[in-house]
């Protein structure tokens, strides 16, 4: 499995940026994320890297999961069609200054396990964002 970062850049506080995150390399038919659980994590400079949002496997919705720091200002979505995942973030902060990572797994997750990073077996490359003050 390979995931596509990008959507990352330089924005003002109070302004928005969507993520999107390309997984592709499943050669199974149906969609890819029928069968994995992405979620979006981000690391700051001197920081450990946290989960920020994921969005659970399955052909339904998908059940979704936000950091409190993020809840009410961020929303993940998903196209299955195009094995794509999007991290619509709006009223950023600079605190919200990292590079941020989408990741696969292919496990059940829960409330409890969906921000640990050890729980996912696939990476992106990163998109860094970048709030101003």
């Known amino acids: 499995v390979q995931l596509q970062a990008s959507g990352g850049g330089l924005v003002q506080a109070g302004g928005s940026l969507r993520l999107s995150c390309v997984v592709s390399?499943?050669?199974?038919?149906?969609?890819?994320?029928?069968?994995?659980?992405v979620g979006w994590f981000r690391q700051a400079p001197g920081k450990e890297r946290e989960g920020v949002s994921c969005i659970t496997r399955g052909d339904g919705g998908g059940r979704t999961y936000y950091a409190g720091s993020v809840k009410g200002r961020f929303t993940i979505s998903r196209d299955r069609a195009k094995n794509t995942v999007y991290l619509q973030m709006n009223s950023l902060k600079p605190e919200d200054t990292a590079v941020y990572y989408c990741a696969t797994s292919s496990v059940s997750v829960i409330a409890s396990s969906w921000s640990t990073p050890s729980y996912y077996g696939s990476w992106g490359q990163g998109t860094l964002v970048t709030v101003s003050s």
């Open positions: 390399g499943s050669t199974a038919s149906g969609s890819t994320l029928d069968r994995l659980t």
